[in-house]
T-cell receptor
Framework: GNSVTQMEGPVTLSEEAFLTINCTYTATGYPSLFWYVQYPGEGLQLLLKATKADDKGSNKGFEATYRKETTSFHLEKGSVQVSDSAVYFCALRGQGGSYIPTFGRGTSLIVHP | GAVVSQHPSWVICKSGTSVKIECRSLDFQATTMFWYRQFPKQSLMLMATSNEGSKATYEQGVEKDKFLINHASLTLSTLTVTSAHPEDSSFYIC???????????FGPGTRLTVT
């Protein structure tokens, strides 16, 4: 079945540091890939997505590239801010079946001033 | 973008009582709504999927008699936690989508505390 593996957190960075959160997946066919962000006490918000190999999703300075050869969708940001502190979830949605996303466990990001 | 609301945002109830949580799609018709449960510092656990006008499909291990889901219209689904116990305390998140190939949009979540 489908699965998503994320690096364990928390990831602790200083403001303006470079961020990478690793995400790899297992799926058949060509799934769509997503990153969601959850701020404290809130629901999930879609951060970015990519629907086919080599696509790059980007939003708010974050980006991730769909790498089919390595089955990865790592999230990156060149310069993090304190306001980026949140939990980030990688997810995939398969091509068939009920199209219900499979989520990773989430990675907590803490950015210090 | 599409907006999904939940009400209430937090609720405290006594053990043995029932609590209803509403999920609404504000600017689109949601043929399918989902209910998730999230424990502290953990991922989302899908509880059930509901299609408008039909019975919900529950994930393995989720008690359908305890977590009653109703999807009476294309913009409203409700989750009722019956005879709540402290172990039911959790963060409940709903999401909705317009159709199978469409994205899911998530509500802001409801914090339930059972005392």
């Amino acid at each position: 079945g489908n699965s998503v593996t994320q690096m364990e957190g928390p990831v602790t960075l200083s403001e303006e540091a470079f961020l990478t959160i690793n995400c790899t997946y297992t799926a058949t066919g060509y799934p769509s890939l997503f990153w969601y962000v959850q701020y404290p006490g809130e629901g999930l918000q879609l951060l970015l997505k990519a629907t086919k190999a080599d696509d790059k999703g980007s939003n708010k300075g974050f980006e991730a590239t769909y790498r089919k050869e390595t089955t990865s969708f790592h999230l990156e940001k060149g310069s993090v801010q304190v306001s980026d502190s949140a939990v980030y979830f990688c997810a995939l949605r398969g091509q068939g079946g009920s199209y219900i996303p499979t989520f990773g466990r989430g990675t907590s990001l803490i950015v210090h001033p | 973008g599409a907006v999904v609301s939940q009400h209430p945002s937090w609720v405290i109830c006594k053990s043995g009582t029932s609590v209803k949580i509403e999920c609404r799609s504000l600017d689109f018709q949601a043929t399918t709504m989902f209910w998730y449960r999230q424990f502290p510092k953990q991922s989302l656990m899908l509880m059930a999927t509901s299609n408008e006008g039909s019975k919900a499909t529950y994930e393995q291990g989720v008690e359908k008699d305890k977590f009653l889901i109703n999807h009476a219209s294309l913009t409203l689904s409700t989750l009722t936690v019956t005879s709540a116990h402290p172990e039911d305390s959790s963060f409940y998140i709903c999401s909705a989508r317009q159709g199978e190939i469409y994205e899911q949009y998530f509500g802001p979540g409801t914090r339930l505390t059972v005392t």
